[in-house]
């Protein structure tokens, strides 16, 4: 069962542009919503992680924007770089680890 | 601080052998959850172990059973291999529960 739903599938961005990942969860009760990055041949790995209580969250390039009553919330990557280009989950759980995940987004930052 | 540490990196098996995969958490965390990564499916969860117990379990068949060991290290045991099975086994750890995901690079596991 898709819990957590993602879009685009894939994204072509140029170098210096802002990259924009959409995830949209069915679960009220979800209260922890990161984002993973996976390069090839690695791990997911954790990018920027918010709580239901705050709207926005900011670190470096990377903003979280997040809309309780829509349920939605989205990854912002500014001044998109070649070295960005990776694929990208957004996921959401209930304060366990029993995280769902989106189905993943496959960006490409071009020079 | 070494990170999550998954053996073997590459495995090929024969349709209805099993399989154990290993994963060694980060030093301090307690609590090691196991996710299977497929192009069809995406990332999905199995289980997850806390203190050698299993506090969480996703939905998948028996065939697919966990433990956890004292040292927090864990194994992943698959038995009767299906084609089906032929995925990213990834290994992840934390503190504790709500705790940031700390994820290895998998176990890639191909059966014939």
């Known amino acids: 069962q898709q819990q957590v739903k993602q879009s685009p599938q894939s994204l072509i961005v140029q170098k210096g542009g802002i990259s924009i990942i959409n995830c949209a969860y069915e679960?009220?009760?979800?209260?922890?919503f990161p984002w993973y990055q996976q390069f090839p041949g690695k791990g997911p790995a954790l990018l920027i992680a918010i709580r239901p209580d705050v709207s926005e969250k900011k670190e470096g390039r990377f903003t979280i924007s997040f809309n309780k009553s829509a349920k939605q919330f989205s990854l912002h990557i500014m001044d998109s770089q070649p070295g960005d280009s990776a694929t990208y989950f957004c996921?959401?759980?209930?304060?366990?680890?029993?995280?769902?995940f989106g189905a993943g987004t496959r960006l490409t930052v071009k020079p | 601080k070494a990170g999550v540490t998954q053996t073997p990196r590459y495995l090929i098996k024969t349709r209805g052998q099993q399989v154990t995969l290993s994963c060694s958490p980060i030093s301090g965390h307690r609590s090691v959850s196991w996710y299977q990564q497929t192009p069809g499916q995406g990332l999905q969860f199995l289980f997850e172990y806390f203190s050698e117990t299993q506090r969480n379990k996703g939905n998948f068949p028996g065939r697919f059973s966990g433990r956890q060991f004292s040292n927090s290290r864990s194994e992943m045991n698959v038995s009767t291999l299906e084609l089906g099975d032929s995925a990213l086994y990834l290994c992840?750890?934390?503190?504790?529960?709500?705790?940031?995901?700390?994820f290895g690079n998998g176990t890639r596991l191909t059966v014939t």
């Open positions: 996921a959401a759980s209930m304060n366990n680890n029993d995280m769902r």
């Open positions: 679960n009220t009760a979800f209260d922890y």
């Open positions: 992840a750890s934390s503190l504790g529960q709500g705790g940031s995901l700390h």
